[in-house]
């Protein structure tokens, strides 16, 4: 079971003009044992074809909970 914690650092770098191309990513910044499962926080890029700055970057925090 997963459970969406919440957000760490949300930023918004540059604006996303309407119909512009973007695409996501993920890289896992942590991963520790908490409260009976495992707390992973993921920074998730949302980059904008052609620009150089990212349209958002956030840190988002989950909880796993294996059987």
């Known amino acids: 079971m997963g459970v969406n914690y919440g957000c760490d650092r949300v930023r918004f770098p540059a604006p996303v003009a309407a119909g512009a191309r973007v695409r996501g990513h993920g890289l896992v910044l942590r991963a520790e044992e908490a409260g009976g499962g495992v707390q992973v926080t993921v920074r998730?890029?949302?980059?904008?074809?052609?620009?150089?700055?990212?349209g958002c970057v956030a840190d988002t925090i989950s909880r796993l909970f294996f059987e």
């Open 44 to 54: 998730i890029t949302v980059e904008i074809e052609g620009s150089e700055r990212p």
